[in-house]
T-cell receptor, first 114, second 111 residues
Framework: DTGVSQNPRHKITKRGQNVTFRCDPISEHNRLYWYRQTLGQGPEFLTY????????KSRLLSDRFSAERPKGSFSTLEIQRTEQGDSAMYLCASSLGTSSETQYFGPGTRLLVL | AQSVTQLGSHVSVSEGALVLLRCNYS??????LFWYVQYPNQGLQLLLK??????LVKGINGFEAEFKKSETSFHLTKPSAHMSDAAEYFCVLGGNEKLTFGTGTRLTIIP
């Protein structure tokens, strides 16, 4: 069990640029989640996948955000035309597949939009 | 609707003293409740979880929490604080496929 990994760990970009983050879940986990954490707040749910199917998206996920999990393994989160308000920690988690199962979190990708 | 309220964004206790972090929840479905800890520059780590098996839940590092349905509470305690307990603690509500986090309590340990 190598844990959930996320890349990059830090990203600085200019407003208007596109960014993409990657998450590699624990290998046998079929559920993958994305959360966003801003300073002084708890993480907020963005979206989740069961295998390759995206089952739910938060209203926080504007049309500039898109997430994929093409083969049911790793996932990518892309933000197009970044805005300063997108600056946050983006967290990925994975679990075995029911709502009572523990979600294991990665270290996060910290995004700063200048 | 799902919501979690953590009372006290900052709590300070002396080393060796009791730690009590308060959490209340609101849920329209049977809740699953978790406490996660976040150490500086590290990811979220599970401390303990309640999934309806037993109301008193024991976790790692000497922490425990008691589920009280009548009070809709899930307070976290530790009998004797250690310097290494300094971190951000999140009470988290599950039960509808995603997690709902409280705003967190930063625990400071006074030597």
């Amino acid at each position: 069990d190598t844990g959930v990994s996320q890349n990059p760990r830090h990203k600085i970009t200019k407003r208007g640029q596109n960014v993409t983050f990657r998450c590699d879940p624990i290998s046998e986990h079929n559920r993958l989640y994305w959360y966003r954490q801003t300073l002084g707040q708890g993480p907020e749910f963005l979206t989740y996948f069961q295998n390759e199917a995206q089952l739910e998206k938060s209203r926080l996920l504007s049309d500039r955000f898109s997430a994929e999990r093409p083969k049911g393994s790793f996932s990518t989160l892309e933000i197009q035309r970044t805005e300063q308000g997108d600056s946050a920690m983006y967290l990925c988690a994975s679990s075995l597949g029911t709502s009572s199962e523990t979600q294991y979190f990665g270290p996060g990708t910290r995004l700063l939009v200048l | 609707a799902q919501s979690v309220t953590q009372l006290g964004s900052h709590v300070s206790v002396s080393e060796g003293a009791l730690v009590l972090l308060r959490c209340n929840y609101s849920s329209s479905v049977p809740p699953y409740l978790f406490w996660y800890v976040q150490y500086p520059n590290q990811g979220l780590q599970l401390l303990l979880k309640y999934t309806s098996a037993a109301t008193l839940v024991k976790g790692i590092n000497g922490f425990e929490a008691e589920f009280k349905k009548s009070e809709t509470s899930f307070h976290l305690t530790k009998p004797s604080a250690h310097m290494s307990d300094a971190a951000e603690y999140f009470c988290v509500l599950g039960g509808n496929e995603k997690l709902t986090f409280g705003t967190g309590t930063r625990l400071t340990i006074i030597p």
